[in-house]
Nanobody, 120 residues
Framework: VQLQASGGGLVQAGGSLRLSCEASGRAFDTLAVGWFRQAPGKERQFVVV????????YYSPSVKGRFTISRDNAKSTVYLQMSSLKPEDTAVYYC??????????????WGQGTLVTVSS
């Protein structure tokens, strides 16, 4: 599976962005998809995961209520709608595919990352 993340950019605090993660290769609908992020000088952290059907999601407390994950298996794409963005959301965002977990080692496939910068 190859993953391509896109949609990052510069936004003011309080604004919104939508990230996309498009997959190619083996059956996308057999895999859960997660988003992780890595802020400058910090370790990569879990953000959210969606199961293979889209019926179950789990959010990090830091983004719950502000971010929404969804998927369109017909388009082999997962979306991350980010609202009420804060400067602390600034990071490189990575999508990953694998199991319905929150730890990096459960995800076998990774995209290249897209940078989100939130200005105050």
């Amino acid at each position: 599976v190859q993953l391509q993340a896109s949609g990052g950019g510069l936004v003011q605090a309080g604004g919104s962005l939508r990230l996309s993660c498009e997959a190619s290769g083996r059956a996308f609908d057999t895999l859960a998809v997660g988003w992780f992020r890595q802020a400058p000088g910090k370790e990569r952290q879990f953000v959210v995961v969606i199961n293979r059907t889209g019926g179950h999601t789990y959010y990090s407390p830091s983004v719950k209520g502000r971010f929404t994950i969804s998927r369109d298996n017909a388009k082999s794409t997962v979306y991350l709608q980010m609202s009420s963005l804060k400067p602390e959301d600034t990071a490189v965002y990575y999508c990953a595919a694998g199991g319905y977990y929150t730890t990096e080692n459960e995800f076998q496939y990774w995209g290249q990352g897209t940078l989100v910068t939130v200005s105050s």
